[in-house]
């Protein structure tokens, strides 16, 4: 069964553009969640979406967005980019809403912003 | 809120020693769920254990082995005879009921083990 996969897997941008950024979960989970990782913040939740609802959200600017397909896959965007945006975006997926099923992550999406 | 902390920043063991990683979390909630996951280099991170608050068991997989005492809310991680393979970050997190795909993650422990 193939992992998580995102594209792309490196990014460069510059101040003010947008990007998007893909994730294609593993076949069959419909739940796929994004996160942010940066050196000095570390992990942080952006968002949750499940049947192409949006069930949960971090605490992120409205700059930060994203969607789901009805195949599952996931886009997430981010407008008017900033240089506090470079990161590590890491996209997760799993079967269901049940807390006790775990996440597999892909190997994410590094994205500088000059 | 929940909370999650690694205090441990860096260790470094010489190949074949046993390490502990610690992890101390907080949260209201009465049925919570709590994860490692180890990050290599390459930056994907990967599942290792899940462990349900209803479920103090300690749990053993090969070298890794896992001690949950709700007591003192810890959940420490323990390599046995690390390896050179086992360097790269390892995160404790934690979710709840109700709380979805929301992880709180800990700010990781780097391991290095060197020959």
């Known amino acids: 069964k193939a992992g998580v996969t995102q594209t792309p897997r490196y990014l460069i941008k510059t101040r003010g553009q947008q990007v998007t950024l893909s994730c294609s979960p593993i076949?069959?989970?419909?739940?796929v969640s994004w996160y942010q990782q940066t050196p000095g913040q570390g992990l942080q939740f952006l968002f949750e979406?499940?049947?192409?609802?949006?069930?949960n959200k971090g605490n992120f600017p409205g700059r930060f967005s994203g969607r789901q397909f009805s195949n599952s896959r996931s886009e997430m965007n981010v407008s008017t980019l900033e240089l506090g945006d470079s990161a590590l975006y890491l996209c997760?997926?799993?079967?269901?809403?049940?807390?006790?099923?775990?996440?597999?992550f892909g190997p994410g999406t590094r994205l500088t912003v000059l | 809120a929940q909370k999650v902390t690694q205090a441990q920043t860096e260790i470094s063991v010489v190949e074949k020693e046993d390490v502990t990683l610690d992890c101390v979390y907080e949260t209201r909630d009465t049925t919570y769920y709590l994860f490692w996951y180890k990050q290599p280099p390459s930056g994907e991170l990967v599942f290792l254990i899940r462990r349900n608050s209803f479920d103090e068991q300690n749990e053993i997989s090969g070298r890794y082995s896992w001690n949950f005492q709700k007591s003192t809310s810890s959940f420490n991680f323990t390599i046995t005879a690390s390896q050179v393979v086992d360097s790269a970050v390892y995160f404790c997190?934690?979710?709840?009921?109700?709380?979805?795909?929301?992880?709180?993650f800990g700010t990781g422990t780097q391991l290095k083990v060197e020959l």
């Open positions: 979406y499940f049947s192409e609802t949006q069930r």
């Open positions: 997190a934690l979710t709840f009921t109700g709380g979805g795909n929301k992880l709180t």
């Open positions: 076949s069959g989970h419909r739940s």
């Open positions: 997760a997926s799993r079967s269901d809403l049940r807390g006790y099923n775990e996440q597999f």
